[in-house]
């Protein structure tokens, strides 16, 4: 027996044992309404939705071709539509998931206005917008299943009961729109009993997996730009402690940890870390600072010097108090970064780079697997690329090495649109088009995200719109560019009624007040007109 079944039977049951105050409760309705509303709380999300992403990594230890994607969105209704379209087209949510951007909260999200991506923003924004996320994602659920629940009406009034039947198998096997947000913390907002009462609240929202960086909460920096800052081992591992202390807190004792590591790009260190013995965490960290070898005599006043080796070593620290890192020890600091967050509690790992270049990801994860054999990696597929710029160099200098004639490409001005239809162009839009599968093949890659392509997307839909319109297009800007399209392929936002809840409102009006109810899906709505025409057969 369905859940649906055993709701009806069971209100039918209490309705029984009420009496007959309840004669205007009709059992089905309600077992609809709870169809429509599986998830309660945040809580629920939370592990039903950890547990989704910890069976996911398990398929992919197994089998490195099923690694999952996921799309950055900033608003409810961005997340929605995306998942919406998923299902339409892929006919599952299996694998695909959502990606909180912190870049997009900060840009779009903030009471303050646009933002640089330097924890500047409310950091009450991103549970807000895990929580909004959601609700858009059930409110999905809700109208869907909807729609079925009028089909299968309509089918019982017609006498149709094969028709019928497989509607409410539809039903019974409904597949959810809720899928895994993975959210950025960016690195912490604070000390860690800030990051942890920030965790509570995401977790709370309904986040499973929080990612969270290495780097300082008071200079962070988006992990595209100059001027990232670290802290040490034992202060980042302290962080990873508090959320892990929130998720079991919370009772998502398989709660996700996305450990991210900037020190590819970051140059800078806040403060040198403390050491007790030689090789241990602190002696490591300090050990890709940029020094000086100096004599006691050449001490200056207030100068910070390490003993390593019975020499005295002075930090290059800048007039902004912050010490240097040797150049080139990036890579080296990022496995290092992996291996230790891996060692304390991280389930997942996200290191920054500069490039999309599959065997610069591959060299620090092999690396990296050679303590911890399954590490998986979490890798933004970032709009910070130029990625047809990268990717053609990338062919540029392999045809080069493989002795190929490349007289014909300026290396410096690829770009260029006259190269799209050359060999070097279409080697170039294979690599990226497989980018995804050869990282998660060869670089350990779990996860494909793209921080921010929703804020590129609207921004282009909406320079396509008002280019024609406010020109000589006027309304046909609008409706050969989108209603048309919508009509056409089948998106769901052309009859926006019925996406705001139209017709879930009209339902429940019926179930509250019988024949009394005010509808507004009358004849007269002029939503009606984007009905499919019945096309007679005679």
């Known amino acids: 027996m369905t859940n649906y079944q055993n709701d009806i039977e069971a209100i039918e049951a209490l309705k029984r044992s009420v009496g007959r105050s309840w004669d205007a409760i009709d059992p089905e309705s309600v077992a609809r309404m709870r169809a429509q509303n ?26 490195s071709s099923v690694y999952t994607q996921s799309l950055g969105v900033w608003h409810g209704f961005i997340g929605q539509q995306k998942m919406i379209s998923i299902k339409k087209h892929l006919k599952t949510t ?18 303050f206005g646009p933002l640089p991506d330097q924890s500047m923003h409310e950091k009450t924004a991103v549970p807000a917008l895990v929580e909004e996320l959601y609700t858009f994602l059930r409110q999905a659920d809700a109208r869907e299943l909807d729609l079925l629940f009028t089909s299968l009406d309509a089918a019982r009034a017609a006498g149709n009961d094969s028709t019928a039947a497989g509607i409410q198998e539809q039903i ?36 499973c997996a929080i990612q969270i960086e290495n780097q300082v909460s008071d200079e962070k920096q988006c992990g595209h730009q100059d001027g990232k800052v670290t802290v040490p081992h034992e202060d980042f591992i302290a962080k990873i402690n508090a959320v892990r202390y929130a998720f079991l807190e919370l009772g998502v004792d398989n709660g996700i940890i996305v450990s ?44 910070v010097v390490i003993k390593r080796d019975g020499k005295l070593l002075r930090p290059k620290r800048l007039a902004s108090n912050l010490f240097q890192f040797r150049q080139g020890t990036g890579e080296a600091r990022c496995v290092l970064d992996s291996i230790t967050s891996l060692q304390n509690g991280a389930d997942l790992l996200w290191i920054e780079t500069e490039k999309p270049h599959v065997a610069q990801i591959a060299g620090m994860m092999n690396e990296v697997r050679k303590v911890i054999p399954n590490a998986k990696l979490v890798y933004n597929n970032s709009p910070s690329f130029n990625w047809t710029l990268n990717f053609r160099q990338q062919a540029y200098d392999t045809l080069a090495a493989e002795g190929k ?14 190269y799209d ?39 282009l839909s909406t320079d396509d719109l008002a280019k024609g319109y406010f020109a000589d297009q006027g309304m046909l800007a609008y409706v050969k560019g989108v209603q048309r399209r919508e009509i056409r392929e089948g998106i769901a936002t052309v009859k926006h009624q019925n996406m705001s809840g139209s017709d879930i409102g009209d339902n429940h009006k019926e179930y509250f007040a019988g024949e009394a109810a005010l509808k507004a899906g009358g004849k007269n709505n002029t939503m009606n007109q984007f009905e499919e025409p019945v096309v007679s057969s005679h």
């Not at 039903?48 to 398990?58: G, L, P, V």
């Not at 300090?286 to 000086?292: G, T």
């Open 38 to 63: 599986r998830f309660r709380t945040g809580l629920e999300i939370a592990q039903y939705t950890a547990d989704i992403m910890r069976k996911d990594m398990a398929e992919y230890d197994a089998d």
């Open 94 to 111: 299996n694998k695909r998931y959502l990606y909180l951007s912190g870049w997009m909260v900060a840009a779009l999200r903030s009471e």
């Open 172 to 207: 019974d096997n409904y597949e959810t729109h809720v899928v895994p947000i993975i959210a950025d913390i960016d690195a912490g907002f604070g000390n860690p009993e800030a990051t942890y009462l920030l965790a509570k609240k995401m977790i709370e929202a309904g986040a």
């Open 260 to 303: 991210r590591t900037d020190s590819l790009g970051a140059g800078l260190t806040q403060k040198l870390a403390v050491t007790y013995q030689p090789g241990d965490l602190g002696d490591q960290y300090n050990s890709f600072l940029d020094v000086d070898e100096i004599t006691e005599a050449e001490l200056g006043n207030g100068d």
């Open 405 to 418: 004639d490349v007289s014909a490409y300026d290396r410096a001005k690829l770009m260029s649109v006259a």
């Open 421 to 459: 239809d050359t060999e070097l162009g279409q080697i170039a839009d294979e690599s990226i088009r497989t980018f995804q599968r050869d990282g998660s093949a060869e670089a350990g890659i779990f996860h494909h995200l793209i921080t921010l392509p929703t804020y590129h997307t609207a921004a």
